[in-house]
């Protein structure tokens, strides 16, 4: 684990999962810069984390690079631990980790359901088991926020994404239900699904593929993990404070053939 900062100071803090990278890290970096103290989980990118943590702190921020799999009750258990031992109780919580390396891409007759099982448990576990560490104290406090990161698949599947399609229509699906019992007790929790994005997910994708992505958004061109994550730092903050159970697309208003 690495820590440094003032967390003190900070309004809050928030932990992001999958942080080590992508999405992940931009929103650590951003809501860093919004004041936020932030804990960078990561499960194999130690450096990469540590290096998202000495970005922060370099700029006079808060953070600490935590290790879990958070689809794992005990390692996610004694993760939130040392967060609130080093930074304080958790006020945001970013589920952006998958909970899975392999998103079991191929056509629905080619996958045997125990895979698509896999992946679709893989990805709830990675909501829930974090969610289920953090939410008791939110609900004491009366205050918090969980920003689910989806996709667009879960609403606009595309051929040979039929499991990652399943997986994030499950974990949005989880995200509502949450908002609904947790509403009352002053927590809010909302999704934000992005369309194709320029990260190193995405290096697989050919030039003419990118321009394909760019071609069916209205903005008319491809997103960047800084603007995916400008829509979780929004739905975390205060500034989304009367704004639960919502679903927030990110895709610059891709046009479907």
């Not at 908002?179 to 050919?206: C, I, K, M």
């Amino acid at each position: 684990m690495a820590v440094s900062g003032d967390a003190e100071t900070a309004p809050g803090v928030a932990l992001v999962t999958g942080a080590s990278r992508g999405i992940g890290a931009a929103t650590a970096r951003l809501l860093a810069q919004g004041g936020w103290a932030v804990a960078v989980n990561y499960l194999r990118g130690e450096a990469e984390a540590v290096s998202v943590v000495k970005e922060i702190t370099a700029r006079g921020g808060a953070a600490v690079a935590v290790q879990a799999d958070v689809t794992d009750t005990a390692a996610v258990g004694a993760m939130v631990k040392l967060i609130e031992r080093d930074l304080g109780p958790v006020d945001v919580l970013v589920c952006n980790a998958l909970g899975v390396s392999d998103p079991g891409f191929g056509a629905v007759l080619d996958l045997v359901p125990e895979a698509v099982e896999t992946i679709v448990l893989a990805q709830l576990r990675a909501v829930l088991t974090p969610v289920r560490a953090v939410l008791p104290a939110m609900v004491a406090r009366r205050h918090g926020s969980v920003v689910v990161v989806s996709s667009q698949l879960a609403r606009a599947p595309k051929p040979g994404c039929s499991a990652l399609s399943t997986a994030k229509g499950a974990v949005e699906a989880a995200a509502r239900a949450m908002a609904v019992e947790f509403g009352l007790h002053g927590v809010r929790v909302n999704t934000v699904a992005p369309g194709p994005t320029l990260t190193d997910a995405a290096a697989w994708a050919s030039a003419e593929v990118r321009r394909g992505w760019a071609d069916r958004a209205l903005l008319r061109r491809n997103a960047l993990a800084d603007d995916v994550a400008g829509a979780i730092a929004f739905l975390a903050s205060d500034a989304a404070r009367f704004v639960t159970g919502g679903h927030l697309a990110t895709d610059g208003g891709v046009v479907m053939p």
